[in-house]
């Protein structure tokens, strides 16, 4: 297995409460690529949100492959947004990339 850091870019159309960003940011603790040496060095944060709206979701995924990280990443994030009220429609995502690998 090999530890990836995953970012999943997105957008919301609706406004992004305070709660809500709790609700997303506290889903996705387990998965906080701070652990890793990429995500400490980088100083990278769970979620990132624009003044456009746009968003990013970066993940630490353990995985046998990229696509199987990639894959495993955007399920956490979108299940993350449902939990804290966001449908697919509400916030979008984007297609998921391989940002580092930390092994």
């Known amino acids: 297995m090999t530890t990836y ?3 999943i870019p997105g957008t919301f159309l609706r406004e992004l409460s305070d709660g809500a960003r709790a609700e997303v940011e506290e889903t996705l603790r ?6 890793t040496s990429l995500g400490r060095l980088e100083d990278l944060d769970i979620l990132t949100v624009n003044e456009n709206s746009t968003f990013s ?9 990229s696509g199987s990280a990639e894959a495993q990443a955007k399920e956490a994030a979108a299940a993350a947004l449902s939990r804290a009220g966001f449908t697919e ?6 297609p998921a ?3 580092g690998i930390d092994v």
């Open 5 to 7: 850091v995953i970012t």
């Open 30 to 35: 387990p998965a906080d690529p701070q652990q």
């Open 57 to 65: 979701i970066r993940l630490e995924v353990e995985a046998d492959d």
């Open 89 to 94: 429609d509400d916030a979008p995502l984007g």
């Open 97 to 99: 990339a391989v940002t």
